[in-house]
């Protein structure tokens, strides 16, 4: 059995707002008139921020359902802030504190830090887009998904894919065969298409078919990209940075994206120079 031990910290999510009990319309009218609960609403549904600024503005809509739609997101959106909190867009702060005898926290003196990250949906995007230019498909390096485990006679594995702006995931499966096998011994450490290719060339195979075969299965997910998003770790943007730096990207496509990358990170740290800012602008 493994040891075990207990952190000298703990982590704390705190709701934005006070606890209300009671909400009515019109305090969740005053709730919005917040700068920053107003940014909290634009990140968090940008659809129902736009619809309480067109009832602001006293535009009528065209079904009494939707204001009364409108009235229920945004109740639940109050509660949510105020009462439950979920750590979901700006609707909670989350607080690494020190582990004591005895509960006794002070939130009114704390420093507020804010980390804006794109949306996954965008990211899982982005990154297909650029691994499918051959110039830097074949430069990267790829490694086993790390899902991958065997069930008798076949690997099997998690492969994401996006439908309707959200990521979901599906277990896929494929025969093992001796070729599987080599690929997944030699790409460990990371390797690129053409070393990968190498491993299985014989005078049965040419190198265009073991180039082929590769790609099928970086296609199919069962070798990933040193590009792939990652929820834990080092920045992603200062890791595609770092990658792009390297010798091997120095050529024009791969430097088209790195700047692409660098411009991208310089547009979401502008939002966290401050802890609030007006979704307006």
Known sequence: ?????????????????????????????EVFKNPKNREA???GSPSIYKALEL???????QDESDLKNL??????????????????????H????????????????????????????????FMPVITKDNAIRNVLKYFPN?????????????EYYFKKNARLHKISEVMATEYLDVIL???????????????LISDDITEKDAVAFINTIIDSQ?????????????????????????????????????????NLKEKISTLDEKVFNDPEK
């Not at 009235?71 to 909670?92: D, I, Q, V």
Request: charged letters at 25%; aromatic letters at 16%; glycine letters at 4%.
């Open 1 to 29: 059995m493994k040891n075990y031990s207990f952190a000298n910290k703990a982590i704390v999510r705190t709701p934005l707002e006070p606890k209300k009990m009671d909400i009515t319309w019109e305090m969740i009218q």
């Open 41 to 43: 609403l634009f990140i």
């Open 55 to 61: 009832w602001e503005k006293g535009e009528a809509f």
């Open 71 to 92: 009235k229920g997101s945004l109740y639940k959106y109050t509660s949510r802030m105020s009462n439950r909190c979920t750590p979901f867009g700006m609707f909670a």
């Open 94 to 125: 989350v607080s690494a504190i020190d582990m004591g005898p005895e509960t006794k926290i002070d939130f009114e003196n704390a420093t507020i830090s804010r980390f804006t990250k794109y949306d996954m949906y965008f990211l899982g995007s």
């Open 146 to 158: 790390n899902s991958i485990y065997t069930v008798f006679d076949k690997y099997r594995y998690v």
């Open 185 to 199: 011994k030699n790409a460990t450490n990371g390797a690129t298409i053409s070393e990968l290719a190498q491993y």
């Open 222 to 262: 069962f070798l990933v990209s040193e590009l792939e998003f990652t929820l834990t770790g080092a920045d992603y943007f200062e890791k595609l940075i770092s990658i792009f730096n390297e010798d091997r990207f120095n050529f024009h496509e791969a430097q088209v994206i790195r700047e692409l990358i660098v």
